[in-house]
């Protein structure tokens, strides 16, 4: 039995639910869906995590690359980089986890790592570009997605 | 009663006592108006905003031989050149040639005019290319250099037409589309609502009429020393008031400032998701307490500000702008507003956290004396 996080991207976000339920019924994989969005290019993006035996992972995820999806390990990490934020606000809005909070009454922004699921969708909102995403050091058990 | 000149005659002292926009309020609760118009000499007021209407001035020292420049850019984002030889003005939302746009929407406009006047406040080098015709007295044709603020140019002034908005609009989105604006993104349906005042610490908040502030005051700009040129373009002053203040945007200042004294810190470039480039400006003004009337304006505070809602997918691109309710900063900074029967969240794009460290700033400036406060001229509405 294996589990792993995996984030989709769907070029259509409606197709998303129909192509994702497959994985059961075809590829006998259990998932959760950890969140599911719709980016601001109108992309559609689920994060998962997916547990099954290691053949019907791999062909699942072989069958998501065919239909289109695109499909990528959850191994990134979401940096804010402090010195670089203006603590305008505007990230909080979009936020799934308020992992980037507004403390107040000082009107500071913080994030708090641990809440992210890096769904990258405060990267491209950030005027400043202050949160950036970095790959993490890659481990064995990503190799094979 | 105070005058401007006793005022500096005790920061020459180092007896000046000077407070912040948000401090006079508590002070003025348990001291009254009386007392505190006596005590305190200056509130420091502070905002750290998106700023369009900015740009500089800049002049080039000129090359060998020498060049009147036609067309410029630098890092490919063109600069205005329909000046003397050596003279341009870059602005703020410029974007350079080769940018996509909103062809794929929504554009990201990673690089405009905002973020290459950072760059040059960083110290950054920049690439310049320039074109020109050839005279008898100026006859480069082209010019391509690399060049850095303070080795290459003789003067750089941060000379903005319209900052430091009184108040604003908040926008909210009516229609059931995800909109992309100057406000932000706007979440369809209502989805949210966002706003851009530091409220209660804004400069021409706490001077509704520019009793003080005027051509010649002395602020903070951009970390630095800078002067307020007198009222900016699409100032208002025949406005909708509630107690004094007005609820749409009002009153504009035009600044300016030298650029080679600023720090990236406060000038920052934007990016706007599907909206453009941009620059955020940090601007502080000291308000002097002549007397109780202009003590009793620096004491408002953001349940006193209201603002009026706009929805910004059909009504502010048409023209045709309708009032949907008014809220305060207090509701809006509170991250909550109750419109249309349900509460939507409410998003800042100015910094209300940095226009705080402007006052502060701008306090140690007075009380260690630094910083003298001039008489205006042309005050008023
Ligand atoms: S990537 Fe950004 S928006 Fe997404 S959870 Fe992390 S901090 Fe929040
Ligand atoms: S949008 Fe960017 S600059 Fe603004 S608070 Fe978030 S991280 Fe900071």
């Not at chain 1, 075809?26 to 035996?53: C, H, S, W």
């Not at chain 2, 229609?175 to 409220?199: D, E, F, Q, R, V």
């Not at chain 2, 349900?342 to 956290?353: D, G, R, W």
Request: positive net charge; hydrophobic residues 35%.
């Amino acid at each position: 039995m294996l589990s792993k996080k995996v984030v989709l991207t769907f070029p259509q976000p409606l197709l998303d639910k129909a192509i994702v339920y497959r994985l059961i019924k075809d590829y006998n994989l259990i998932f959760n869906i950890l969140q599911a969005r719709i980016t601001p290019d109108e992309e559609g993006v689920m994060i998962l995590e997916i547990r099954g035996k290691r053949e019907d992972y791999k062909a699942g995820v072989d069958y998501l690359r065919e239909t289109g999806v695109k499909v990528r390990p959850l191994n990134e990490s979401i940096f804010w980089r402090e010195s670089e934020c203006t603590h305008c606000g505007l990230c909080t809005d979009v936020c799934p986890t308020q992992a980037l909070t507004l403390e107040r009454p000082e009107m500071r922004v913080r994030f708090e790592k641990k809440r992210c699921i890096a769904c990258e969708l405060c990267i491209s909102l950030c005027p400043v570009r202050a949160i950036e995403r970095r790959v993490n050091k890659k481990r064995k058990s990503d190799e094979d997605i | 009663m105070k005058t401007i000149r006793e005022i500096n005659e005790k920061i020459k002292q180092g007896k000046a006592v000077v407070v912040n926009a948000e401090e006079i309020i508590d002070i003025v609760e348990q001291k009254g108006i009386k007392r505190s118009a006596e005590e305190v000499d200056v509130v420091t007021t502070g905002t750290f905003a998106p700023m369009c209407s900015s740009g500089v001035f800049l002049n080039l020292k000129q090359p060998k031989p020498k060049i009147k420049i036609q067309r410029v850019w630098l890092n490919n984002i063109e600069a205005y050149a329909g000046l003397a030889a050596a003279d341009f003005y870059l602005g703020a939302t410029q974007l350079p040639e080769e940018d996509p746009l909103n062809k794929v929407h929504p554009g990201r406009f990673v690089y405009g005019g905002g973020h290459l006047i950072e760059d040059l406040v960083a110290g950054k080098e920049v690439e310049l290319r320039a074109i020109a015709y050839g005279t008898d007295c100026y006859p480069r044709r082209e010019l391509r250099q690399k060049v850095r603020l303070k080795r290459d140019f003789n003067d750089a002034i941060l000379l903005n037409p319209r900052n430091c908005y009184q108040n604003y609009n908040a926008a909210v989105n009516l229609s059931s589309k995800i909109i992309y604006t100057y406000m932000g993104m706007l979440k369809p349906n209502l989805g949210n609502i966002t706003y851009c005042s530091a409220g209660q610490l804004s400069p021409l908040l706490n001077d509704p009429f520019c009793r003080t502030i005027g051509l010649g005051t002395r602020i903070f700009l951009g970390g630095g020393i800078g002067y307020v040129l007198g009222k900016g373009t699409q100032s208002r002053a025949e406005v909708r008031r509630r107690k004094g203040v007005p609820v749409v945007p009002g009153l504009t200042l035009s600044v300016k400032g030298d650029l080679k004294q600023m720090d990236r810190y406060w000038l920052r470039g934007l990016s706007f998701l599907g909206y453009g480039a941009s620059l955020m400006v940090g601007i502080g003004i000291p308000i002097p307490i002549i007397d109780e009337e202009m003590l009793r304006y620096t004491t408002i505070r953001d349940r006193d500000i209201y603002v009026q809602v706009i929805d910004y997918s059909r009504d502010y691109p048409y023209g045709e702008e309708k009032v949907l309710a008014e809220v305060n900063y207090q509701q809006l900074k509170s991250g909550k507003v109750r419109l249309g029967g349900k509460e939507i969240p409410a998003v800042p794009l100015s910094s209300y956290f940095r226009a705080k460290e402007i006052a502060e700033i701008l306090k140690k400036w007075i009380s260690q004396g630094k910083f003298f406060l001039t008489e205006a001229v042309e005050t008023g509405v």
